[in-house]
């Protein structure tokens, strides 16, 4: 099983509109962002999308994907869902809709703000249907583990995928470690971590948060992901453990 990362900035990117590239070095171009979401495939080639986010056709393009059997979403933040759309031409040529997941209160908002994706309209089919995740165990092969996360004053889903005796977690935009949290990822292969800076913030995890976290559930390897432009590729590489990876935009990791 791996996992691609299609994206690894903040909701901004890096570099920021007005190529602003705060304390990253524009000539490393593992510094240029897009925003996240990732895609992991099992070792049959079933691939599960995480999260549309805005930058979604690009991103597509540049790592060349262009089927997925089910997309996951965490939270309907823009950065994480306004690239929905370009699910379409993933649409094309398939029998069905694309099979898609979000906790409850995220599929009502999303259904709430994109009808057209979920129910049709004017003719045009269905792009994805959307199930919430209570009773989901299994999909396309995968096992699929699910947690709520504290986001600030509001909440994101952390997912964990299983295959082949191998797990791939994702947990982005998380500013607390519940327990729930270190149980449902425990013992997990890769852990995709949140990491927006080194400081504190009330609504994201920081460096030593996610490190935290990774040895709290017993990680092989954490993979920092939500990076803002403070966050230089090579000083940061050299400052974390040595399980711990600095990521980037389309680093490809087999667990």
């Not at 920021?16 to 049959?44: F, K, Q, Y």
């Not at 909440?155 to 949290?181: C, L, P, Q």
Request: aromatic residues 8%; glycine residues 10%.
């Amino acid at each position: 099983m791996k996992v691609l990362m299609l994206g690894s900035g903040t909701s901004t990117g890096v570099p920021r509109v007005g190529n602003d590239w705060g304390d990253c070095d524009p000539a490393e171009p593992r510094n240029r962002r897009t925003r996240v979401s990732i895609l992991v495939e099992s070792n049959d080639g079933k691939r599960l999308l995480v999260d549309t986010s805005t930058d979604l056709r690009r991103q597509l393009l540049d790592n060349g994907i262009d089927r997925i059997d089910g997309v996951f979403w965490t939270h309907d933040h823009a950065d994480h869902c306004h690239g929905i759309d370009d699910l379409r031409v993933l649409r094309y040529g398939r029998g069905g809709p694309i099979a898609g997941f979000a906790s409850d209160i995220t599929a009502r908002r999303l259904r709430s703000r994109f009808g057209y994706v979920f129910a049709g309209e004017f003719g045009y089919p269905t792009i994805c249907s959307l199930e919430t995740l209570e009773k989901l165990r299994i999909f396309a092969g995968f096992g699929i583990e699910w947690c709520q996360m504290p986001h600030g004053p509001t909440e994101t889903t952390g997912f964990r995928f299983d295959n082949d005796g191998k797990s791939i977690v994702y947990a982005t935009d998380f500013s607390a470690i519940t327990d729930e949290m270190v149980e449902t990822f425990a013992d997990c292969d890769i852990l995709v971590s949140d990491c927006l800076r080194r400081d504190p913030h009330p609504t994201h995890a920081h460096l030593a948060m996610a490190i935290e976290l990774g040895e709290r559930c017993g990680a092989g390897r954490v993979v920092l992901s939500h990076l803002d432009k403070s966050m230089d590729y090579r000083s940061l590489c050299d400052e974390v453990p040595d399980n711990v990876v600095v990521g980037y935009d389309g680093l490809e990791m087999v667990a």
